[in-house]
């Protein structure tokens, strides 16, 4: 069974800084794609981050410079740094990677993932 635990959300002031993690559990392959999504009460998911078995990373324009992902194979974790946090940043986070063959819509869609965490909260205040 495929799990996807996000942890290390929480409640932060304006500027600051959180870092998630998420550990991955039960896949029989090693994900070539991993990814941060995040959803604002009233908003669709959008895409954050994403991570590549190459390393190569990709960012949302809103996130660029400000966040960083990555990757620690052996642990089969996936983590996101987020600085100079924001109100707007504020939301329930989850992390997601494909099935082993999947159809690519992009390392930020949604559409490309098939399994999620239970997501974590971050909530930054003014």
């Known amino acids: 069974q495929v799990q996807l635990v996000e942890s290390g959300g929480g409640s932060v002031q304006t500027g600051g800084s959180l870092r998630l993690s998420c550990a991955a559990s039960?896949?029989?392959?090693?994900?070539?794609?991993m990814g941060w999504f995040r959803q604002a009460p009233g908003k669709e998911r959008e895409g954050v981050a994403s991570i590549n078995s190459d390393g190569v990373t990709t960012y949302a324009d809103s996130v660029k410079g400000r966040f960083t992902i990555s990757q620690d194979n052996a642990k089969n974790s996936l983590y996101l740094q987020m600085n100079s946090l924001q109100p707007e940043d504020t939301a329930m986070y989850y992390c997601?990677?494909?099935?082993?063959?999947?159809?690519?819509?992009?390392?930020?869609?949604?559409?490309?993932?098939?399994?999620w965490g239970q997501g974590t909260q971050v909530t930054v205040s003014l």
């Open positions: 997601a990677t494909p099935l082993k063959y999947y159809t690519y819509y992009g390392s930020l869609s949604e559409r490309s993932y098939h399994y």
């Open positions: 039960g896949l029989s392959y090693r994900s070539n794609l």
